[in-house]
């Protein structure tokens, strides 16, 4: 599943994000996309869900392939989640991956930002003529993530047709020429056991 990581394609203009929001920001201004624990999501999987929100309001998935977000479309606007890994017990170390995917409603372009071993790289499919599609590898800084165990802070603004993401208050990839138009989020895992927390989401407009 590392087309790259996690976002459906895209309308977006450069020039939305000034980095991560302070602290002192109105919180009303932001919704709670796990206000009602998940059940307002959609899961694209098969069989048992490997998904389940926890006491302490984390949505928590287990090492398996699957997707699920919000049964919703979003405009202009900027998203913030935190994530973590659950750090692997002895062994060798494993992979981790897990992405973030955006689609657009109608051309079926999309965008995937990479959480996990390659974190903050953009992976953007744009439509082409006939059934043909172009797609773009924007790499991210060396180093964004933290290690398994650890929480990770993302923001991801849209605006227009630019996409800009920040990481753990660093910028990461960014992307202009992405189709614009209504977008669909869900959370991508491959294989590693993850937990998201604090999903939000601010419209521009």
């Not at 689609?103 to 990479?114: K, Q, V």
């Not at 290690?147 to 990839?173: C, F, I, P």
Request: aromatic share 8%; hydrophobic share 40%; charged share 25%.
């Amino acid at each position: 599943m590392r087309t790259a990581v996690l976002v459906f394609a895209i309308g977006l203009t450069a020039g939305l994000i000034g980095g991560p929001q302070v602290a002192s920001q109105d919180k009303s201004e932001w919704t709670d996309l796990l206000a009602r624990n998940g059940e307002d999501w959609v899961r694209d999987g098969v069989g048992k869900s490997p998904w389940r929100m926890t006491t302490d309001h984390t949505l928590a998935c287990a090492a398996a392939e699957d997707s699920l977000g919000p049964n919703r479309a979003f405009g202009d606007g900027t998203f913030k989640f935190e994530y973590r890994f659950r750090a692997a017990e002895g062994g060798a170390k494993p992979k981790y991956n897990a992405t973030l995917y955006l689609r657009g409603a109608a051309d079926g372009s999309w965008c995937r930002l990479a959480l996990g071993e390659d974190c903050g790289a953009l992976t953007v499919a744009l439509a082409g003529g006939g059934d043909r599609q172009k797609t773009v590898e924007v790499p991210g800084p060396a180093g964004l993530a933290r290690a398994a165990g650890e929480w990770n802070q993302v923001e991801v603004n849209l605006s227009g047709k630019a996409v800009e993401v920040h990481v753990n208050a660093r910028q990461a990839a960014s992307f202009v020429r992405a189709n614009a138009g209504k977008t669909r989020v869900a959370l991508e895992v491959a294989g590693s056991e993850v937990e998201f927390r604090n999903v939000l989401w601010k419209s521009s407009k």
